[in-house]
């Protein structure tokens, strides 16, 4: 079975560019989530998505960062405009919420580089 | 943001030992999940923990859910050099929102 599908891999921009974040999630999981991985902070939860309906951004750093998960099966992360300290790595993790598991599987994540 | 605290933070074995790391937190959780990452790569589920005292097994890999549900400890039996990585434990008190570990690296010498 495939896993959660990000893409791309790597993405390197300049300063002020736009930035798009894509997320495959597991066939059949119905919440999505969008972490941000440094050295300094560890992984953070930037926003939660269940049946494709935002629960809690709260995490999400400022208003240039936006997230939208049009269907199930898709959902991206957007950095507009993009700054230095956004580079970090942003995974993308799915799960099935239901009475018990709330087992989360990540993808492999994006790392972004902003020069 | 809030991070469990794990321990030891990095180790070196000799391949073929055994090897113990753990994770405490203050609050109390009713789910742990134990993840490995490697280089370049995202965690991997290895395990989940849902009861205190439940003690859980995948293949070389033993978790278990401490009793006070305030910790959790991870074993690797006869360590391999493909066990290097980092692993990290997350907790949960029943909701989506994980805290995560500060990550335990281990490295294994051949």
Same mark, same amino acid.
């Given at each position: 079975?495939?896993?959660?599908?990000?893409?791309?891999?790597?993405?390197?921009?300049?300063?002020?560019?736009?930035?798009?974040?894509?997320?495959?999630?597991?066939?059949?999981?119905?919440?999505?989530?969008?972490?941000?991985?440094?050295?300094?902070?560890?992984?953070?939860?930037?926003?939660?998505?269940?049946?494709?309906?935002?629960?809690?951004?709260?995490?999400?750093?400022?208003?240039?960062?936006?997230?939208?998960?049009?269907?199930?099966?898709?959902s991206t992360l957007k950095i507009q405009p993009s700054e230095p300290r956004d580079s970090a790595v942003y995974f993308c993790a799915s799960s099935l919420v239901g009475l018990r598991s709330y087992e989360q599987y990540f993808g492999p994540g994006t790392r972004?580089?902003?020069? | 943001?809030?991070?469990?605290?794990?321990? $030891?933070?990095?180790?070196?074995?000799?391949?073929?030992? &055994?090897?113990?790391?753990?994770?405490?937190?203050?609050?109390?959780?009713?789910?742990?999940?134990?993840?490995?990452? &490697? $280089?370049?790569?995202? $965690?991997?589920? %290895?395990?989940?923990?849902?009861?205190?005292?439940?003690?859980?097994?995948?293949?070389? %890999?033993?978790?278990?859910?401490?009793?006070?549900?305030? &910790?959790?400890?991870?074993?690797?039996?006869?360590?391999? $050099?493909? &066990?290097?990585?980092?692993?990290?434990?997350?907790?949960?008190?029943?909701?989506?929102?994980?805290?995560?570990?500060?990550?335990?690296? %281990?490295?294994?010498?051949?």
């Open positions: 079975d495939a896993g959660v599908i990000q893409s791309p891999r790597h993405e390197v921009t300049e300063m002020g560019q736009e930035v798009t974040l894509r997320c495959k999630p597991i066939s059949g999981h119905n919440s999505l989530f969008w972490y941000r991985q440094t050295m300094m902070r560890g992984l953070e939860l930037l926003i939660y998505f269940n049946n494709n309906v935002p629960i809690d951004d709260s995490g999400m750093p400022e208003d240039r960062f936006s997230a939208k998960m049009p269907n199930a099966s898709f972004l580089t902003v020069t | 943001g809030q991070q469990l605290n794990q321990s $030891p933070q990095s180790m070196f074995i000799q391949e073929g030992e &055994d090897v113990s790391m753990n994770c405490t937190s203050s609050s109390i959780f009713n789910t742990w999940l134990w993840y490995k990452q &490697d $280089p370049g790569e995202g $965690p991997v589920l %290895l395990i989940a923990l849902y009861k205190a005292g439940e003690l859980t097994s995948n293949g070389r %890999l033993t978790a278990q859910f401490g009793i006070t549900r305030k &910790d959790s400890f991870l074993n690797i039996s006869a360590s391999i $050099p493909s &066990d290097v990585g980092i692993y990290f434990c997350a907790g949960t008190s029943g909701t989506y929102k994980y805290i995560f570990g500060t990550g335990t690296r %281990l490295k294994v010498l051949a």
